[in-house]
């Protein structure tokens, strides 16, 4: 006979199962290759550009095409996954994060290397916010703030390490295995996330009603700011017309989003 105390834990509102766990920390795992990805490429950029071919600012750009994807899709995740479920919104999200991974690993030149690296942070960046989404809907009130402090790792620990990592791969490997690195782990979150995270109805009715003007100006806002912010140091700030042109865009769109958002 089953024991009266093990039905009562687990019928308590606070009771977690261990798929449950294990679908939250697949996620969180997927966190950590996102934030992981951003940093480890800085320490290997001199080998990537000589085996491409690239200058030294070109180089500076597999970084940055990898952060503008990413914010640009941070904030349309809660919205996406609501359109397409959790689960299935994770699963194709990070499988196609492990595909550009290798994609990159395999560029030929530095056109396809910007292009895969962007690719590859359009669909990491939604790891990121996904693990907290997750972690909220899964967890009861007791037990997130042991998913937040899971969040809070992968948020500190994983770009302390980044540059570390990815010079000790390329120095006793290759700079290919900064991104080969992705594919076990990538693997294991595709697993976690099938077995612990409950499988919810898609809602495409609410494509319809997106508001595409908004996400527009948002998305091309969002692209020139960043690249401003990253690009401005090395190119002298507002002494070049290539930063004033973009800082402009930037001012322009995300006015004109925040008006849409507002009215």
């Given at each position: 006979m089953a024991n009266p105390s093990v039905i009562a834990?687990?019928?308590?509102?606070?009771?977690?199962?261990?798929?449950?766990?294990?679908g939250v920390a697949a996620s969180m795992l997927g966190a950590f290759m996102a934030v992981l990805d951003i940093q480890i490429t800085n320490s290997s950029?001199?080998?990537?550009?000589?085996?491409?071919?690239?200058?030294?600012?070109e180089g500076y750009w597999i970084s940055t095409a990898y952060l503008v994807a990413e914010i640009v899709v941070i904030p349309l995740t809660g919205w996406l996954s609501q359109v397409f479920s959790v689960r299935r919104y994770i699963l194709v999200n990070a499988a196609l994060f492990i595909f550009f991974s290798v994609c990159c690993a395999s560029a030929w030149d530095l056109s396809s290397m910007i292009?895969?690296?962007?690719?590859?942070?359009?669909?990491?960046?939604?790891?990121?916010?996904?693990?907290?989404?997750?972690?909220?809907?899964s967890l009861p009130p007791s037990k997130q703030p042991i998913g937040m402090a899971l969040f809070g790792i992968t948020a500190t620990f994983a770009p302390s390490i980044g540059p570390t990592l990815g010079g000790w791969l390329t120095?006793?490997?290759?700079?290919?295995?900064?991104?080969?690195l992705n594919v076990i782990p990538?693997?294991?979150?595709?697993?976690?996330?099938?077995?612990?995270?409950?499988?919810?109805?898609p809602k495409p009715e609410l494509l319809k009603q997106g508001d595409w003007w908004g996400i527009g100006?948002?998305?091309?806002?969002?692209?020139?700011?960043?690249?401003v912010?990253?690009?401005g140091t090395r190119k002298?700030?507002?002494?070049?017309?290539?930063?004033?042109?973009?800082?402009a865009i930037a001012v322009i769109c995300l006015s004109i989003f925040f008006w849409i958002e507002l009215t």
């Open positions: 834990n687990q019928n308590s509102p606070d009771y977690v199962s261990f798929r449950t766990w294990v950029l001199q080998d990537i550009q000589a085996a491409l071919g690239a200058t030294l600012e292009t895969f690296r962007a690719l590859q942070g359009a669909t990491g960046g939604i790891l990121i916010p996904m693990a907290f989404t997750n972690m909220l809907i120095n006793n490997l290759s700079w290919h295995y900064i991104f080969y990538g693997l294991l979150l595709l697993a976690g996330i099938w077995y612990g995270v409950k499988q919810r109805p100006s948002m998305a091309i806002g969002l692209a020139a700011l960043q690249i912010l990253e690009e002298d700030w507002f002494n070049s017309f290539f930063i004033i042109s973009l800082g």
